[in-house]
């Protein structure tokens, strides 16, 4: 069973800082490409952020060098540092997990919520 737990949101001012956290089960974690994708209400899920299982990130046109996406492989966990945020950021966060082989799979976390706010 694949289990995606997210984990750090909350509440922050504007120009504040958070963790994400997503912690993996079920998968050979050092296989996926680890992403997190966030929603607005009324907006489509969005790419924040994608890192590949050698290591590679990417980031989505709005970051401009506020977050920084990583993974650690021993512990199945991927994380987002999210600096500058800004209350446009606010959004439910999700953990993606991906492999594209023969088959595709793909895998989303339940969300956390991140509100930016004075």
């Known amino acids: 069973q694949v289990r995606l737990v997210e984990s750090g949101g909350g509440l922050v001012q504007p120009g504040g800082s958070l963790r994400l956290s997503c912690a993996a089960s079920?998968?050979?974690?050092?296989?996926?490409?680890m992403g997190w994708y966030r929603q607005a209400p009324g907006n489509q899920r969005e790419l924040v952020a994608v890192?590949?299982?050698?290591?590679?990130?990417n980031y989505g046109g709005f970051v401009k060098g506020r977050f920084t996406i990583s993974r650690d492989n021993a512990i199945n966990t991927v994380y987002l540092q999210m600096n500058s945020l800004k209350s446009e950021d606010t959004a439910v966060y999700y953990c993606?997990?991906?492999?594209?082989?023969?088959?595709?799979?793909?895998?989303w976390g339940q969300g956390t919520q991140v509100t930016v706010s004075s």
């Open positions: 890192i590949s299982s050698g290591g590679s990130p």
């Open positions: 993606n997990a991906r492999f594209e082989g023969t088959v595709v799979y793909n895998y």
């Open positions: 079920g998968v050979i974690f050092s296989a996926y490409t």
